[in-house]
């Protein structure tokens, strides 16, 4: 069993930055899939970014260019940098942790992004 620990997240006016952090308890697998999803109120969840433990990344085409994912494999930590946050971008954001085959799949609690004026 793995727990995710979330952080970063809170209100941001448009044009502004936020940096979310998901700790990982200990370390789960040699071979992962680390990634921000969100969800925004009426909406399905959706893929933000993610990173493989061979530090391949995948983004969305909405945020590509502003987001960034990134890793410290000693702090088992992953973060994402927002940049340039639009209003559009508001969502519970939650990090998720799988190995390659989704023989395991951990999610955190979710952390509130805001984007508004």
């Known amino acids: 069993q793995v727990q995710l620990v979330e952080s970063g997240g809170g209100l941001v006016q448009p044009g502004g930055s936020l940096r979310l952090s998901c700790a990982a308890s200990?370390?789960?697998?040699?071979?992962?899939?680390m990634g921000w999803y969100r969800q925004a109120p009426g909406n399905e969840r959706e893929l933000v970014a993610r990173?493989?433990?061979?530090?391949?990344?995948n983004y969305a085409d909405s945020v590509k260019a502003r987001f960034t994912i990134s890793r410290d494999n000693a702090k088992n930590t992953v973060y994402l940098q927002m940049n340039n946050l639009k209003p559009e971008d508001t969502a519970v954001y939650y990090c998720?942790?799988?190995?390659?085959?989704?023989?395991?799949?951990?999610w955190g609690q979710g952390t509130q992004v805001t984007v508004s004026s």
């Open positions: 998720n942790l799988r190995d390659g085959s989704y023989t395991y799949d951990y």
């Open positions: 200990r370390r789960a697998f040699s071979i992962y899939v």
């Open positions: 990173i493989t433990s061979f530090g391949s990344t």
